[in-house]
């Protein structure tokens, strides 16, 4: 089996997945401002937004799709888990 037909029979992200990564690609501006742009663009509320981002985390289509930024937020979670 090719690459491609595993990610075919695995599904390729959806449209909300690939705008959280989106999300979490940029920089912001200052406080507010990314918890503004997920209300406004996403329709989500923050707490939803981080418990879908943290799932993507651990999904190997998101770091197939954008491996510099999950590898990034892998690498925070992993030291904030290191701190408690």
């Given amino acids: 089996m090719t690459n491609e037909e595993e990610r075919g029979q695995r599904g390729a992200l959806g449209d909300r997945e690939r705008a959280v990564l989106a999300v979490e690609r940029r920089s912001w501006p200052g406080p507010g ?3 503004r742009a ?3 663009q996403l329709g ?3 707490t939803r937004y981080y418990q879908l981002l943290n799932a ?3 999904d190997p289509r998101a770091l ?3 491996p510099v930024t999950v590898n990034r937020l892998r690498r925070v979670r992993a030291e904030k888990e290191q701190r408690r």
């Fill in 56 to 58: 993507l985390l651990d």
């Fill in 64 to 66: 197939e799709h954008d």
């Fill in 44 to 46: 989500l509320s923050a």
């Fill in 38 to 40: 997920v209300r406004e």
């Fill in 33 to 35: 401002a990314k918890e």
